[in-house]
C-alpha cells in the first residue's frame, strides 16, 4: 500500500461532515404536517433529498474510519481494540439513551416494554465497530470483495425473504420482532428503518466510504488532486452500478437496499470531490467556514439536536412557535422555516466551542 505521508489536513472533509449533520438536524425538524416532498423521506421505493442524508453521514464515517486508523497503519492491538469496542458501545448507548429520553418526557419513563432498540446512532455505532475491526484485521485487498460479498447476501436476503413487502411479512420485520419484540421496534411502520439485518448492507455502505478514503490517500504524486479523480470515477461507477441494480432491487431507504446503497455511496463520492476541488485544490474554502462548526463536533450537535427536538414537542413549546411562524408564511415555508431556527439553534450553540477550539468525540 502506497498511502500518502501528507499530513494536510482536508478542509472539505469536514465541511462535507458538516452540511450533512445540518442536513440531517433540518430534515429531521419540520414543524406542522405540512412539508416539502424532498425534505420527508419516501413512503417506501423513491429517492428524495431527505434520503440521501443519514446515508451521506455513514459515507463520512467510512472515510473517517481510513483516516484515523492510518495512525495505527491498520493493525490490531487491545488498545485499537478497544478503542474502536468503547466508542461502538458509546455510540449505541447514548443512542437508546435518546430512546429512553422520549419515553421520559412523554411521562413514562419506566416503560421499558416499548424503549425503542434502534435508531440512527445505533445504526451508526454497530457499523462504525465492525468497518473499523474490518480495517485493523484484514488485507484491505479484500474490501471490495467484501462489500460486494455482504451487497449479493443482503440481496438475497430481500429477493427471497419478501424484503420489498411493505408489512409484517418483510423479513425485516419478521427478525426484528422475533429477537426483540414488538415494543422495541419502530411503531411508525411495520419494518424499523435502522433494524439489524439492514445492518449488513450499512456496513456494506460505510466499507465503500472506507475504500474511498483508500482512494484520496493511495498516491503522494499531485496530491490531493490524484485522489480527487479517483474520487469522482468511483462516484460514477457506483451512480450507474446503483441505477442499473433499481430495475430489480428497486431504492429504498427503508430496508437499505444494494441499489439504495450504491447511489447514496455515488452521490457522496461526487459531493465530496466537488468540494474537495473547490475547497482544498482552488481555495476557495470562506462559504464553507459556517459548516465546519457542525463538522468538528458533529455526532455531538446531532445528538443535542435530538434533545432539543424532544424538548420542543414535549412541552408545546415547538408547536407554539410553528405556529406563530405559520402565520405569516404558508405552511409547508413554515415548516422549513422552523426546521431552519433549529438548525441555527444548534449551530449558535456549537459556534463558542468551534471557536475555543472544543471539539466533543462521541
Not at 31 to 41: A, D, I, T, Y
Not at 96 to 106: E, T, Y
Request: glycine share 8%.
Amino acid at each position: 500500500m502506497s498511502d500518502t505521508s501528507n499530513s494536510k489536513r482536508l478542509v472539505s472533509l469536514d465541511v462535507m461532515r458538516g452540511l450533512t449533520v445540518a442536513l440531517m438536524i433540518l430534515v429531521n425538524n419540520g414543524g406542522g404536517s405540512e412539508h416539502f416532498s424532498q425534505l420527508v423521506h419516501s413512503k417506501w421505493n423513491g429517492l428524495t433529498l431527505c434520503d440521501l442524508v443519514f446515508p451521506f453521514f455513514l459515507f463520512m464515517v467510512g472515510v473517517s474510519i481510513y483516516l484515523a486508523f492510518r495512525k495505527y497503519d491498520f493493525k490490531g492491538s487491545p488498545k485499537v481494540y478497544g478503542k474502536i469496542l468503547k466508542r461502538t458501545v458509546r455510540l449505541f448507548l447514548i443512542g437508546l439513551a435518546i430512546n429512553w429520553l422520549i419515553l421520559i418526557a412523554i411521562g413514562r419513563p419506566f416503560d421499558f416494554a416499548h424503549l425503542r432498540i434502534w435508531a440512527v446512532l445505533q445504526r451508526i455505532a454497530l457499523c462504525y465497530g465492525l468497518a473499523a475491526c474490518f480495517a485493523v484485521s484484514v488485507d484491505h485487498k479484500w474490501t471490495i470483495p467484501t462489500i460486494i460479498a455482504l451487497l449479493v447476501g443482503y440481496s438475497a436476503i430481500l429477493i427471497f425473504g419478501n424484503g420489498y413487502a411493505e408489512d409484517a411479512s418483510n423479513i425485516l420485520a419478521r427478525v426484528d420482532k422475533a429477537l426483540f419484540g414488538s415494543g422495541h421496534l419502530y411503531a411508525k411502520s411495520p419494518v424499523d428503518p435502522e433494524g439489524l439485518l439492514g445492518t449488513i448492507s450499512g456496513v456494506a455502505h460505510t466499507l465503500i466510504g472506507f475504500y474511498c478514503g483508500k482512494l484520496l490517500c493511495s498516491s503522494s504524486e499531485n496530491y490531493p488532486k490524484s485522489g480527487t479523480l479517483k474520487l469522482v470515477y468511483a462516484g460514477i461507477a457506483l451512480t450507474i452500478v446503483g441505477y442499473a441494480l433499481q430495475f430489480f432491487l428497486p431504492l429504498n431507504k427503508r430496508i437499505w437496499s444494494p441499489s439504495y446503497v450504491c447511489v447514496s455511496c455515488g452521490y457522496a463520492a461526487l459531493l465530496l470531490s466537488m468540494m474537495m476541488y473547490i475547497i482544498d485544490i482552488k481555495g476557495h474554502s470562506k462559504w464553507a467556514k459556517p459548516f465546519l462548526v457542525f463538522g468538528m463536533n458533529a455526532l455531538f450537535l446531532y445528538v443535542l439536536s435530538d434533545v432539543l427536538s424532544i424538548f420542543l414537542g414535549t412541552s408545546g413549546a415547538g408547536d407554539a412557535i410553528y405556529n406563530l411562524i405559520a402565520t405569516a408564511l404558508p405552511a409547508k415555508a413554515a415548516s422549513l422555516a422552523y426546521a431552519i431556527l433549529v438548525t441555527l439553534t444548534c449551530w449558535a450553540i456549537g459556534y463558542p466551542l468551534y471557536r475555543k477550539k472544543i471539539f466533543i468525540k462521541l
